[in-house]
């Protein structure tokens, strides 16, 4: 199997460049060797998706191999980790599996601070299993052959597993909690069974829920394909509440041809943005077959809000361009970001970086570069 690995270590990186900001602020903000975390990287990933292969409460000898390897792994850079039941109903939408217990596996890096605050970065290490269409969310069809995981999502656990490493060998001021989640795929996504909502109707009700500061989601960061601009659903698009802006196309796979409007509202990124959200980064090529006023929407929203928010428009890029270098306006993008989490405080300074002072974070609601 071929992996892109270039984006598991940029988000790497970054995630750790954000916790020297964020939480100690005296650090050195430096950076972890890229030859050897590149290849940690790309052991985790073929051991899941290779050596194990599909991983799911279907294939219960695969799904503990793989908490197994997870624990083994977190265990030996010096974390305790903890094991959260994620039961599964007795309900006949879970086939053969339901009334059956998987498990989060939780470990913390605690943090120097007296009063701590908590962010929470996490990754699932399910697979999806068989189903009689790729794209189906059930009923499960164990006896068909799932998904490896290369991507979706050994690559999330492998970044989970590398920013563990990199935050064990240095102090922290406040409080890192590392989640590994069961249950993330169909049939048990958006269901009381998925691992993350266990996981956070758990800290909800924790009586230090006010002390978490953040979520990082490390998910499907590997993904290599040879077509060009290859489309790829999301389970929220900005601007699916409106037919007039959306994509027809992937407006009508996700929400279907009559959605309610509860539906339009819940899938409609610009409807769930309250107070609360994390500072927000746009970027939309004009010659987009998406409309850009969907990414007008999300950063009115934002505004509306007072959430901080950057709209970055560029005339030419197309569709699906990432981080490569294209010879295209977008090109600049992967720039125009760094500098931006810089601004909002999340990225030390090259000066801080050295030793210098820190750089404040950035008090402006928000940017916009046309």
């Known amino acids: 199997m071929t992996f892109r690995l270039g984006l598991l270590i940029v988000v790497v990186c970054i995630a750790l460049s954000s916790c020297s900001k964020l939480f100690s602020p005296r650090g050195s903000g430096e950076i972890p060797d890229t030859d050897q975390t590149e290849t940690l990287l790309k052991a985790h990933v073929f051991h899941l998706a290779d050596t194990i292969g599909e991983r799911n409460v279907y294939h219960p000898g695969s799904m503990e191999r793989s908490a197994r390897y997870i624990e083994q792994k977190l265990e030996g850079m010096g974390y305790a980790v903890t094991r959260q039941a994620v039961h599964i109903p007795p309900s006949g939408e879970f086939g053969a599996v339901k009334d059956w217990t998987a498990y989060n596996l939780i470990a913390i890096k605690k943090g120097t601070s007296p009063q701590p605050k908590m962010l929470i970065v996490g990754a699932h290490y399910d697979t999806k299993v068989g189903m009689d269409n790729w794209h189906d969310h059930g009923p499960a069809r164990p006896s068909r052959t799932g998904t490896p995981g290369a991507n979706d999502n050994a690559s999330g656990v492998a970044a989970l597993l590398e920013t563990a490493r990199a935050l064990a060998a240095t102090s922290t001021l406040h409080d890192v909690c590392l989640v590994a989640y069961a249950n993330e795929e169909p049939p048990f996504y958006q269901t009381p069974a998925m691992g993350s909502a266990v996981h956070a109707k758990s800290v909800s009700h924790h009586s230090g829920r006010e002390k978490i500061i953040g979520m990082i989601a ?36 996700i929400l279907g041809a009559h959605p309610s409007p509860a539906l339009e509202e819940m899938c409609s990124a610009e409807r769930q943005v309250t107070e609360q959200a994390p500072p927000v980064f746009l ?17 009115q929203a934002c505004r509306e809000k007072g959430v901080p928010a950057s709209l970055n428009f560029y005339p030419t890029g197309g569709h699906g361009y990432g981080m490569e270098k294209r010879g295209h306006p977008t090109d600049q993008w992967p720039e125009a970001a760094e500098q931006w989490l810089r601004e909002q405080g999340f990225l030390s300074s090259p000066s801080s970086a050295r030793g210098g002072a820190p750089s404040g974070a950035g008090t402006s609601s928000g940017t916009r570069r046309e």
């Open 218 to 253: 490390l998910e499907t960061l590997g993904c290599y394909s040879p077509r060009v601009n290859k489309k790829r659903q999301s389970a929220v698009v900005a601007g699916l509440a409106g037919p007039h802006t959306t994509h027809g196309g992937t407006r009508n796979k």
């Open 283 to 299: 970027v939309h090529a004009l010659d987009d077959g998406v409309s850009c006023a969907n990414s007008r929407l999300m950063e």
